[in-house]
């Protein structure tokens, strides 16, 4: 009967934490202009663990960036949008990337690191970490048809809002929706 309680118990903090995290939310799509009318907010849901691989060759998964919102854009090298909308979101690292929000992107599918390397150089990326989903095992467990698409995951790990397309990500709305997420329920 006590498991049942602490049970119950357990259930109604984690609703009444997601309804407020759910209000938060709503104020903050409320910022959405120009491009980010495409950033799609949903109800939070949890991001796979699949493995990707860092620079080093070293595995990572999304949860390895817990308690930060993180902005996964998942690209590949032969994507003219994504050659588009990358130095938007290194402008967007560069500004506010640190304890509380980091842009990771993923090259997901066949991207040599030569080619990555190249890319980044000629688009003059210098803030982004240059992480590879080879095999697209992740892009395909969370559903990524296209590219780029970029996806806003929160402290918790979990995913909040989805944007299909390449998007201006350094505009004044993109810095508005990342500075009111940094801020939180105070804003």
């Not at 902005?71 to 509380?100: H, I, S, Y």
């Not at 992740?138 to 995913?159: C, F, H, N, S, W």
């Amino acid at each position: 009967m006590r498991l049942i309680r602490f049970a119950a118990l357990y259930l109604s903090l984690a609703l009444c934490a997601n309804g407020a995290l759910a209000a938060d939310l709503s104020s903050v799509e409320a910022l959405r202009e120009g491009d980010m009318q495409k950033l799609v907010f949903s109800a939070p849901q949890p991001v796979p663990l699949v493995p990707f691989f860092a620079p080093d060759g070293a595995e990572v998964t999304l949860g390895d960036y817990s308690g930060k919102y993180v902005l996964v854009n998942f690209w590949a090298t032969w994507c003219a949008p994504c050659r588009k909308e990358m130095p938007e979101l290194n402008a967007l690292q560069q500004e506010f990337g640190g304890e509380d929000f980091e842009v990771v992107t993923i090259a997901t599918g066949r991207n040599s690191p030569e080619g990555i390397t190249k890319f980044f150089d000629e688009n003059g990326i210098t803030d982004l970490p240059r992480t590879q989903d080879p095999n697209s095992a992740l892009a395909r467990e969370m559903g990524i048809l296209g590219l780029p698409i970029t996806v806003l995951i929160d402290p918790d790990g979990q995913e909040v809002a989805r944007l299909r397309g390449d998007a201006a990500w350094h505009s004044d709305s993109a810095r508005a929706i990342v500075a009111a997420l940094i801020a939180g329920p105070e804003s």
